[in-house]
């Protein structure tokens, strides 16, 4: 073994890698688990060897995400981290501690979830907010305001304050944003994010606050840091319920227990609850409920005594990688996906996961015939963690990403600036099949008859090239495909005429865009209503839209710049495709015309089923209340929209109202 000294040195100067990683560059290389076994190796180490200095070391501190570009803050009371276990046993040893150190007390804990996102301090001076401060090495962070105080249903001012208060929580971002983004990122090429809570740290240390702010982010309270004048608390369980009244989003669920046999079922309930939670949770954190026992603890350099943070093991599993297939996106990107032999992962079935791109594959060096560690990362999407080296077979070989493609018969470039390969032409058969179903899809023209085989075969028959090529289609000339006969012929023919009609939001997102999803898609058709008028937007009016950032208007403004598009905009205008917003509103619908917000968990629909119904009923969701909201459709935990809407006067829905109003 290398003697202590060494494997200390090695061990710090290795955290403090991935401390730069994980807080600075929110481009973390390990997961968390195996970044706290590294951190607890290297505290054993030092307690074995106190002798070796360790106020420098990393076990002793809380990280630091201060970046040189933002002003930096300090803190009026310290943010600090919490030592965390993984382990039952520990969490009772703690209670223990604290029954030794109180014997006479009947001590209470609240459970808390613990969320995984970034954490910040949010001050108010007289009930104003005057600042964002990111945690930076916990007595000083970065001024993070302008891309915070945007966030949805954080109060601007709040009544009855102190003359300074420190609230304290975590900004996150929902599940459905960070596909969203890693989406659009995927097709212009730039390096994914691992998972949303990477993703969240990066957008808040964005420089360009109309970038950060077409980020959709969201935030939770669960603490106060400073409050002058002072106690205007005596117990942890009091915060929650005045935070609420202030108007701030808060935890869903929160338990008081007695005692740490207590505290403890309550964990196990938070972990069946979790799922359902609308943020990312990794864990509970478990608190003394009493200010003064609190104070009495006190804490160590870098966390405080009375409180720990327990957290969950992410589910993993061993299993065969069949095969890398590479999956080619609407703008001709190329992602490389495993393919595994199904296996259970937190009550799904994994059979698929993402390589994300050439470069993740040769650092882990992933291959063919692997035997690989799957995780799901926050719960939902599976990542190959690594490979089991000890399974590897013998004649296993390194897997060369530009071979495959040229075995497959694809001509992909990989681009000079990112590590996406890519099919850069438009006339490239393949391409123009990827483009031709992301149009036809369900979340775009959702044209029936006209599947993968179908486009293949229209693309290979030199048919098609392009959408517009669709219009011009006829009957004879599909019933020339296989397996068509008259009916399916006349069927497709059909549909193809329905679609014209379809909203002009569908048609915006089946162009294909880089970087306009679904939801941008809408937001361009709630702000512009024709699509001349986005055609003809300078950049600076695309900007102007709620939820579009420079990147995206400037993709946009370059899309229909761009000859080719504007001549196979000329044609599809030709052959009669809806391009206006009034036209495709369902003018007979119950919601016709109507902007809906939905929030909260509804107590039997899901987000997606109620964005249908109202979208089948002719009206239109938007993601912020506003004057412009008809209704407000709230479920349980719906705290902030819930307020403003009762504070602008909108009418609020439950689901039973809601389902009366539609159906
Ligand atoms: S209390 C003095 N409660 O987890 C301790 N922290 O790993 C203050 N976190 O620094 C923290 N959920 O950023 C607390 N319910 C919760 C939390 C929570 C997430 C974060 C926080 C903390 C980190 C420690």
């Known amino acids: 073994m290398a003697a202590p000294d060494k494997a200390i040195a090695k061990l710090r100067a290795e955290i403090e890698k991935h401390d730069r990683l994980y807080y600075k560059s929110a481009q973390p290389v390990i997961d968390d688990q195996a970044y706290d ?4 190796e290297l505290a054993a180490l030092e307690a074995a060897h106190p002798s070796f200095e360790f106020e420098d070391s990393p076990t002793q501190s809380v990280g630091d995400d201060r970046l040189e570009s933002f002003e930096s803050y300090q803190h009026r009371l310290p943010m600090l981290s919490l030592d965390n276990t993984y382990s039952q046993e520990e969490l009772i040893e703690f209670g223990q501690r604290l029954e030794k150190r109180f014997p006479d007390q009947a001590l209470k804990y609240l459970v808390e979830p613990k969320i995984d996102g970034v954490a910040v301090s ?3 001076e007289k009930g104003e907010f005057v600042r964002a401060v990111s945690r930076g090495n916990g007595t000083e962070g970065d001024d993070i305001s302008s891309n915070v105080r945007h966030i949805e249903g954080l109060p601007d001012c709040i009544a009855d304050a102190p003359d300074v208060l420190e609230v304290r929580g975590e900004i996150y971002m929902l599940h459905e944003e960070f596909e969203r983004i890693n989406v659009t990122r995927e097709a212009e090429s730039q390096a994914l994010y691992a998972n949303p809570r990477n993703l969240a740290a990066g957008t808040i240390k964005l420089l360009d606050p109309a970038e950060a702010r077409a ?3 969201d935030i939770v309270l669960y603490g106060v840091g400073a409050c002058e004048p002072a106690r205007f608390f005596s117990h942890q369980a009091e915060i929650q319920e005045r935070l609420k009244a202030w108007g701030f989003p808060v935890l869903e669920k929160i338990w008081l227990t007695d005692g740490i046999e207590q505290a403890w079922s309550s964990i196990e309930e938070l972990d069946t609850l979790r799922q359902k939670f609308s943020y990312p949770t990794d864990g509970a954190v478990v608190k003394l409920d009493d200010f003064r026992l609190q104070e009495e603890a006190g804490f160590t350099s870098k966390a405080p005594r009375w409180a720990i943070a327990y957290k969950f093991e ?3 599993a061993e299993t065969l990688l069949k095969e890398i297939s590479l999956q080619i996106g609407r703008t001709g990107v190329v992602t490389p996906v495993a393919i595994l032999e199904p296996v259970q992962l937190a009550g799904t079935t994994v059979s698929r996961a993402t390589l994300h791109n050439e470069d ?6 992933i291959r063919p015939g692997d035997t ?12 190959v963690l690594g490979v089991v080296k000890s399974k590897r077979p013998a004649d296993s070989q390194a897997f060369d990403f530009g071979q495959h493609l040229r075995d497959l018969g694809i001509v992909a470039e990989r681009d000079p600036d990112g590590a996406a390969w890519r099919i850069v032409s438009k006339d490239d058969p393949i391409r123009q099949q990827r483009a031709l179903q992301h149009f036809a899809s369900r979340a775009c023209m959702d044209i029936e008859n006209l599947g993968s085989a179908v486009v293949e075969q229209l693309v290979d028959r030199g048919l098609v090239k392009d959408i517009a090529d669709l219009y011009a289609l006829t009957k004879e000339q599909l019933l020339e495909l296989d397996k068509f006969a008259e009916k399916s012929a006349q069927n497709l023919v059909d549909a193809l005429e329905v679609s014209k009609q379809r909203a002009l939001w569908q048609l915006i997102h089946g162009l294909g865009i880089p970087h306009v999803g679904k939801q941008s898609a809408k937001d361009l058709e709630a702000h512009f209503v024709t699509l001349d008028h986005i055609a003809r937007a300078s950049e600076e009016d695309l900007e102007e839209v709620d939820g579009i950032g420079s990147i995206m208007a400037q993709s946009i403004h370059a899309w229909f710049s761009d000859g080719t598009n504007d001549s196979l905009i000329h044609r599809l205008r030709d052959f009669g495709l809806n391009f206006d917003a009034q036209r495709s509103a369902q003018s007979n619908g119950k919601l016709s015309g109507k902007i809906l917000v939905l929030t909260g968990t509804l107590p039997t629909l899901t987000r997606s089923e109620a964005t249908d119904l109202i979208e089948k009923a002719g009206g239109r969701t938007s993601s912020s209340v506003s004057k412009k909201t008809d209704y407000v459709v709230a479920g349980e ?3 902030s929209k819930y307020a403003k809407a009762v504070k602008l006067g909108v009418a609020i829905l439950d689901e039973p109202a809601f389902l009366a109003l539609v159906q």
Do not use: F, H, M, N
């Open 314 to 316: 992410a589910e993993r």
């Open 122 to 124: 949010l001050t108010y």
């Open 372 to 383: 690989v560690l799957v995780q799901k990362a926050g719960e939902i999407i599976p990542q």
């Open 637 to 639: 935990a719906s705290g």
């Open 37 to 40: 076994r590294l951190k607890a």
């Open 360 to 365: 993740e594959i040769r650092r882990k060096d």
């Open 215 to 217: 980020r959709k982010l």
